[in-house]
């Protein structure tokens, strides 16, 4: 296993270690708000209409931290990744093919880490971030995923 990602257990125990409410700043809310409008149906929604749902996401996601003085922007690409430029423009990129919640809060949690921590540390936040805020916010969804290394995927039949 890269040594860059952390493992389940770290991952379980920092967020065991944060609020319990954990991630602040009103991104709670302002999921539970984007969910009215962009969620329901999900399972039921032809790949183009998830598209449309995770770019409202990310939208609701950025007004909630206007506070946050970083540039981002959101783009479709062939896979996930978060980026930042020289010029602090950080930009999210999604799978078209597989347009993921789970995947957009994860990529969202780096956009809006502070400069100057380790790689690890970066990923360890981005994954408490997500993970807590997923678990929080989708707990039947979550409660249907399994762990592959570091990450949450559908439970395989």
Known sequence: MNDLYPT???ILKEMDNTHPRHPPNGYIAAINK???SWYYPWHKKLIRDKRLSIESLIAHLKETNRAHPR???FRWGNS???TKTLLEVHTITGDRRNPSILSALHEFGHAIQPDGISKREHELRACVFSIGLFRE???REFARLEWKGHMLRRKTK
Request: aromatic content about 20%; charged content about 25%; glycine content about 0%.
């Open 8 to 10: 389940r257990e770290r």
């Open 34 to 36: 984007w969910k009215t």
């Open 71 to 73: 540039q981002l922007s």
């Open 80 to 82: 996930w990744i978060h």
């Open 137 to 139: 916010c989708f707990p």
